[in-house]
């Protein structure tokens, strides 16, 4: 049996770790002569060691490296041992590979001149490297190009909150009023920005199916840039195949955002000339089309080289081009995954100096409905934005947010009391009565997620109370974890009076002193005014949702009767929250509180003695605004 001893006496170490092992090895003198290579070079490199056995080692380094790797190579020979010396060897193939060698120097111990190299590959080792350098240069660029995009809306605020200071004339105060909501407009754009390309990367990016017409979505467009068109004197048109000019379901607000981010860059980087929205049938198989829109301009065009990256997160075609013109770097990327997610392609030709072309490619079905004739609706009142009494405990620790939400709530007539953290705000439910709270999340001493479970732990009702987060991180995750630490809603920052009235309604029936009135008789069921508010009047887009309403609601009803009677509750809560917008464009506003409340009680498991009697009420409401809308005469 052999021993160790004898295995390395006879030679096989020597086999194992320099003839079969996966390192190459090497042995050159001073000169670069090779005197050995063993069978290793064949696989990575592609020679057999034959091939190099007596050829010059430097022969086959890379030519631009040469004489700083004989400089190097140089110094080895004073020294004993060396680690790590990098540098990039000839293949057989023609390619030059990434290659790492340890040196051992013969001439201390056999006073030969000459070295073993122990070389072994990092091609993807530096590729790896280089992404991540990469990677790491494109954040930067994208935390420089942030920074400067938040800085400049931020500065102009502040100068002009300055000015407003020094008692400006009624006029003046107009002026840096409007400029104060552009720049925070803009401040919002970025934001969005950002959480849009979170919410896409993230996988939870939802489209719609609803009815909507190319002409009019195409004229909202150019009169939302004539402005700025004009200001630049571009002339700003757009065209439209006649083919192309019907209604399709699909995605009018996806569409839109897409066509924004297009309109807007040729906008940006054009200063004089034209720029041309066109929209064409590409391609149609009965109901199923494919339309192409495309936005031509005469502006400063886009390097070859930079027509590839484009696309890309955070990317320009130049880091000057941000600093000139402004932008995240994400518009593209938001457009691309936009369009790749809904089945769509886009590509882009450019000459510099000259313009660039971005053409999108998007499927859509076509609309079978046929055009109804024009019919005026009776309207109901909306519910008054009168919070009277209600008790309102406000915790937010900045001290412009607390002021702003105060002041609306004042208004409304509300009982209002501020925590400037969450251990006040605990300490404040313990020792009063509120009806509703208002938490901040980010705070000192105690931040929103830690007051809400101490709040919760508390004995009924006070632990019983809606709390409602008021938080500026506003992605998808952040929600969750929101309504994860046993919040009950959720809002993001910046808010309207609009949306934190809207919220706190939801909560009415359980803790204001108003109720939800019904609507009266005699009065139609259904209001259309805000539907036609929102297509401009537009009514073939009208019909189409009244009929798509017709086609669509008689399923929920049924779902959310079925969820209800087998308790499914968590489902209920879908169901529910997915009718809603289609509630709010028909103006049903009584069915839209009920829902409200519904879904609320379904998704927190906490049902009140009339909750069954709510659902059916819900449900009887939508069926009879069913049937007043197909009596409706059109």
């Not at 979505?217 to 004539?226: A, R």
């Not at 937010?396 to 009391?417: F, G, H, T």
């Not at 259904?526 to 297509?535: A, C, P, Q």
Request: with cysteine; charged share 25%; aromatic share 8%.
């Amino acid at each position: 049996m052999k021993t160790l001893k004898s295995y390395v006496r006879n030679g096989g170490f020597y086999k194992s770790v320099v003839e079969d092992g996966s390192d190459i090895i090497f042995i050159i003198d001073y000169k670069g002569i090779i005197s050995y290579v063993n069978h290793s070079v064949k696989e990575t490199l592609g020679y057999r060691p034959a091939e190099l056995t007596g050829k010059n080692f430097f022969d086959y380094i890379l030519p631009v490296t040469l004489t700083e790797f004989k400089i190097t190579f140089n110094k080895l020979k004073r020294r004993r041992y060396q680690e790590s010396v990098e540098f990039r060897f000839l293949c057989k193939d023609k390619s030059y590979r990434y290659i790492e060698f340890n040196s051992i120097n013969l001439k201390h111990k056999e006073k030969i001149e000459g070295f073993i190299l122990d070389c072994r590959d990092i091609t993807q080792r530096k590729k790896d490297a280089e992404e991540l350098q990469r990677a790491q240069k494109a954040k930067e660029q994208f935390l420089a190009n942030i920074s400067h995009e938040i800085r400049t809306p931020i500065n102009g605020i502040a100068g002009m909150a300055t000015l407003l200071g020094n008692r400006p004339s009624e006029e003046e105060q107009t002026i840096y009023l409007n400029a104060i909501k552009s720049a925070a407009d803009n401040l919002k754009v970025i934001i969005n920005d950002i959480l849009d390309i979170a919410s896409i990367e993230s996988g939870k990016l939802t489209f719609e199916k609803i009815g909507f017409n190319v002409n009019d979505l195409l004229q909202s467009l150019i009169g939302t840039f004539n402005h700025q068109a004009k200001e630049k004197k571009i002339q700003l048109v757009f065209q439209l195949d006649k083919e192309a000019n019907q209604i399709f379901s699909g995605d009018p607000v996806r569409l839109n955002q897409i066509l924004i981010n297009l309109i807007s860059n040729a906008i940006k980087f054009t200063q004089s000339g034209s720029i041309l929205v066109a929209c064409s049938v590409h391609k149609k198989t009965q109901n199923k089309y494919i339309l192409q829109f495309e936005v031509s301009d005469t502006g400063i065009g886009i390097p070859d080289d930079k027509l590839k990256t484009i696309f890309e997160s955070f990317s320009q075609a130049d880091a000057s081009v941000t600093r000139k013109y402004g932008g995240t770097g994400l518009g593209l990327t938001i457009v691309k995954q936009l369009v790749e997610l809904q089945g769509g392609s886009i590509s882009v030709r450019s000459i510099l100096e000259k313009g660039s072309a971005f053409s999108v490619l998007l499927p859509y079905q076509k609309s079978s409905l046929q055009y109804m004739g024009k019919n005026d609706f009776a309207s109901t009142s909306a519910a008054k934005k009168v919070l009277s009494g209600l008790r309102v405990l406000l915790v937010e620790d900045n001290d412009i947010n607390r002021l702003y939400a105060v002041s609306i709530l004042k208004n409304w007539s509300c009982i209002v009391e501020t925590a400037e953290n969450g251990f006040v705000a605990v300490e404040k439910v313990k020792n009063g009565s509120f009806d509703v709270v208002l938490m901040d999340v980010q705070m000192p001493v105690m931040d929103g997620f830690e007051a809400t479970k101490n709040i919760r732990v508390l004995a009924k009702p006070k632990n019983q109370i809606p709390i409602i987060a008021l938080t500026a991180n506003a992605t998808q995750k952040d929600t969750e974890k929101c309504l994860s630490s046993g919040m009950d809603e959720c809002i993001s920052k910046p808010f309207t009076p609009d949306d934190l009235f809207n919220i706190i309604k939801k909560f009415f029936k359980e803790t204001a002193p108003l109720k939800i009135e019904q609507p009266q008789k005699n009065i139609p069921s259904f209001d259309l005014s805000y539907l036609k508010e929102v297509s401009n009047g537009n009514q073939k887009f009208i019909q189409e949702m009244v009929v798509i309403f017709l086609e669509t609601l008689p399923e929920s009803i049924y779902a959310i009767r079925k969820f209800t009677q087998e308790k499914e509750w968590k489902q209920l809560a879908r169901a529910v929250h997915k009718i809603k917008p289609s509630i709010t464009l028909m103006g049903l506003p009584y069915a839209k509180e009920l829902a409200a409340l519904i879904e609320t009680n379904a998704r927190l498991k906490s049902l009140p003695k009339d909750f069954a009697a709510s659902v059916n009420d819900l449900c009887v409401t939508l069926e009879k605004s069913l049937n007043d809308l197909r009596k409706a005469e059109f």
